[in-house]
């Protein structure tokens, strides 16, 4: 009998955002699969888990995990957790998880906390569609870069920084994008120093600058997308060809039915076009 991979979300702060089938999963599995040992041993303590635990973390990884799936085919269960939210959004595990479906081993998700979604869901945005970035680029220029590949992105766009970047990352961002674009920086969420900011860029810039406050703790920036103005209707040369032969022999009615058919254009776009060829041939 195959054991299972289980994994599991912990909370992001506040340690009573975990949910009953998470610490019974805990309690229960065979191995848990840590990125840290000891920030994990304070969270497993204060649930009273006792549970045997392996260091699985980005440097270790792929040497790791074929380990694990060969246990979790002899029937063992294992657990797969990162120090702090839901594992592989910005944090170790996918080796693991891939190998498994490689495998044939089965995964079973026990969700809870994520600060992606939990940013999102109070930052005031559009949060209908959105784009994740994970952790920015360490260094100006590519970050830079980054943004300017993201200035014309419609869609609400969400990225983590780090306390000693924060600063940085957003007067690169300044350099960017217009100072009237919206943003929201949330701090530390679910913990005692809880902080969401909704505003320009500009502002919110300054208020982290002259706060240091604002310069502490786990970061979530969220991104307003940008407004593309439509462009009017319009016809192709090729489009606008066709239809001028057919204004030569027949009625616009005629013409513009007759194009529509040929140039699959639409058909209030082919007769303003008309309207317009024939008011410039009468003047």
């Not at 019974?24 to 191995?31: A, C, G, I, Q």
């Not at 870069?145 to 014309?152: A, E, G, Q, V």
């Not at 009625?251 to 303003?272: C, F, H, N, P």
Request: net charge neutral; hydrophobic share 45%; glycine share 4%.
């Amino acid at each position: 009998m195959c054991g299972k991979l289980y994994v599991v979300a912990t909370p992001i702060g506040n340690l009573a955002d975990f949910s009953y089938r998470a610490i019974e999963t805990l309690k229960n599995v065979d191995l848990i699969a840590a990125e840290d040992t000891r920030h994990v041993k304070m969270l497993l303590q204060h649930y009273a888990i006792n549970n045997q635990l392996i260091s699985l973390h980005q440097h270790n990884e792929e040497k790791v995990a074929p380990g694990l799936i060969d246990k979790i085919k002899q029937g063992l269960s294992v657990a797969l957790v990162s120090d702090a939210g839901t594992p592989l959004l910005s944090d170790p595990g996918m080796p693991l998880v891939k190998l498994a479906k490689q495998e044939g081993v089965e995964v079973s998700p026990i969700p809870g906390a994520c600060a992606l979604i939990a940013a999102l869901s109070v930052s005031g945005l559009s949060v209908t569609k959105f784009v994740f970035e994970g952790f920015l680029p360490r260094t100006s220029s590519a970050r830079k870069s980054f943004f300017t590949t993201k200035k014309n992105e419609t869609l609400t766009w969400v990225f983590y920084e780090s306390s000693h970047r924060i600063v940085a990352s957003l007067e690169d961002l300044a350099e960017v994008l217009p100072a009237d674009r919206k943003i929201v920086v949330a701090r530390e969420l679910t913990k005692i120093y809880e902080t969401v900011v909704n505003d320009s860029l500009g502002a919110v810039l300054e208020q982290v600058k002259i706060e240091p406050n604002m310069q502490k703790g786990e970061f979530v920036v969220l991104v307003d997308g940008a407004v593309v103005e439509k462009k009017a209707d319009t016809i192709t040369e090729e489009q606008e060809r066709v239809l001028l032969i057919l204004l030569k022999q027949c009625s616009i009615k005629s013409a513009v039915g007759m194009a529509v058919e040929i140039t699959k254009a639409r058909k209030k776009v082919l007769y303003q076009a008309a309207l317009d060829l024939k008011n410039k041939e009468a003047e």
